[in-house]
């Protein structure tokens, strides 16, 4: 099993370009989720998804929208890049339910620097 | 709001020092308080904690929550270059917050030889 795959791994863009950040996992999970992470900080919360076809905002949703059209997929977008948005972006999922196990998978990354 | 703050943020030690890294946490019905190390790529797993005062042990890594006072600690002995990361602490609450995660801001620590 490939677990989470995240394309691309790095990223340059301009601002006020657009992109989307693709995140696919093969374990049949319901949950995916979004965060960020920058300089001296854990990872925020950016969007999450409990099942396909829904989203709801995290801790950081500004600037980024989502869409979870099929289950094994959580698309991140950023519709006009600003420089604030450099950061390293992880997806992770989990089943929704875990009993008392660990559960969550992570990506491994996509690094996204605005210029 | 859900708030996690560890401490210290930075570290620094040499070869066979023990550490102990903390972590103190507010949230709305707790389920889980989860310890990661990240080297430079995504975090790995090293502990799950959900019932107070029951340590997990794995090699020289050992954890420990206290739901009473709301924190928890990771011990590293005999420490070694390798164990050089950034150590983040997350709590994760139950019912409808569909396993969402709150995470700390993390512990760098640097291991000289």
């Known amino acids: 099993n490939a677990g989470v795959t995240q394309t691309p791994k790095f990223r340059v863009l301009k601002t006020g370009q657009s992109m989307t950040l693709l995140c696919a996992q093969d374990m049949n999970h319901e949950y995916m989720y979004w965060y960020r992470q920058d300089p001296g900080m854990g990872l925020r919360l950016i969007h999450y998804?409990?099942?396909?076809?829904?989203?709801a905002k995290g801790e950081v949703p500004d600037g980024y929208n989502v869409s979870r059209l099929k289950k094994q997929n959580f698309l991140l977008g950023l519709e006009s890049a600003a420089p604030s948005q450099t950061s390293v972006y992880f997806c992770?999922?989990?089943?929704?339910?875990?009993?008392?196990?660990?559960?969550?998978?992570f990506g491994s990354g996509t690094r996204l620097t605005v210029v | 709001e859900d708030k996690v703050v560890q401490s210290p943020l930075s570290l620094v030690v040499h070869e066979g020092d023990t550490v102990t890294l903390n972590c103190s946490y507010e949230v709305t019905n707790f389920r889980s308080l989860l310890w990661y190390k990240q080297e430079k790529k995504a975090p790995t797993f090293l502990f799950m904690l959900?019932?107070?005062?029951i340590e997990k042990k794995s090699g020289r890594l050992s954890s420990i929550l206290d739901k009473k006072e709301l924190f928890s600690i990771l011990n590293i002995t005999a420490t070694q270059t390798g164990d050089s990361a950034v150590y983040l602490c997350?709590?994760?609450?139950?019912?409808?917050?569909?396993?969402?995660?709150?995470f700390g801001q993390g512990t760098i620590l640097t291991v000289h030889p």
């Open positions: 992770a999922s989990r089943p929704s339910s875990v009993g008392t196990t660990y559960g969550y998978t």
């Open positions: 998804s409990v099942g396909e076809g829904t989203t």
């Open positions: 997350a709590v994760e609450a139950s019912g409808t917050s569909y396993g969402k995660l709150t």
């Open positions: 959900t019932s107070s005062g």
